[in-house]
């Protein structure tokens, strides 16, 4: 079955510079890959998703990317602000499945 | 995007006894829905997967017998934790999705508190 690493499991940025998180897949048959974050005890909220027949999507100040060969996409944020504060989460799947999880990464931003 | 919605969203109950999870699909048909369990400062881990008529499919080290699960409707299923234990005391999220979609909808979740 599918696998997800994600790293780094935190990570601490200064507002306005840039977040990544990265994320490997092991199943070539994933085809949807979400971003999610999570605030606590609250449930996880789509920020971002592509698919593999995409390499690159934008929104704002999110992007993410898919290298399809290496089984590895990435969340990138810019502009990193106090309220971007929370765990993240990437997801795979084939269309269907259960979601596969990351780790998770809790993201920390200082003014 | 869909709403999923799930009751209740605490429960505290005592060792022993059993406790009923509600996960419903407000506006939309779920043909399967995902039960997902969260210890704190952790991922999503996948209980088991319900299609909507048919038994559950569980993953590996979850017992189908302690974690009941039934998805009668194509906007209802439950998730019944029999026998509860303080180690079942956890954050419970479903998630649901319709036919030929990719994107899934989380509920709320419903937090688990075993005395």
């Known amino acids: 079955g599918e696998n997800v690493e994600q790293h780094p499991s935190t990570l601490s940025v200064q507002e306005g510079d840039s977040a990544v998180i990265k994320c490997t897949y092991s199943d070539s048959a994933s085809n949807y890959f979400p971003w999610y974050k999570q605030e606590l005890g609250k449930r996880p909220q789509l920020i971002i998703d592509?698919?593999?027949?995409?390499g690159e999507k934008k929104d704002q100040r999110i992007a993410v990317t898919l290298n399809k060969t290496a089984k590895h996409f990435s969340l990138h944020i810019t502009e990193t602000q106090p309220e971007d504060s929370a765990v993240y989460f990437c997801a795979a799947n084939q269309a269907g499945t259960a979601l596969i999880f990351g780790k998770g990464t809790t993201l920390s931003v200082s003014s | 995007g869909a709403v999923v919605s799930q009751h209740p969203s605490r429960v505290i109950c005592k060792s022993g006894t059993s406790v009923k999870i509600e996960c419903r699909s407000l506006?939309?048909?779920?043909?399967?829905m995902f039960w997902y369990r969260q210890f704190p400062k952790q991922s999503l881990m996948l209980m088991a997967t319900?299609?909507?008529?048919?038994?559950?499919?569980?993953e590996q080290g979850v017992e189908k017998d302690k974690f009941l699960i039934n998805h009668a409707s194509l906007t209802l299923s439950t998730l019944t934790v029999t026998s509860a234990h303080p180690e079942d005391s956890s954050f419970y999220i479903c998630?649901?999705?319709?036919?030929?979609?990719?994107?899934?909808?989380f509920g709320p979740g419903t937090r688990l508190t075993v005395t």
């Open positions: 319900s299609n909507e008529g048919s038994k559950a499919t569980y």
């Open positions: 592509i698919r593999s027949n995409v």
């Open positions: 998630s649901a999705a319709g036919a030929g979609t990719m994107e899934q909808y």
């Open positions: 506006d939309f048909q779920a043909t399967t």
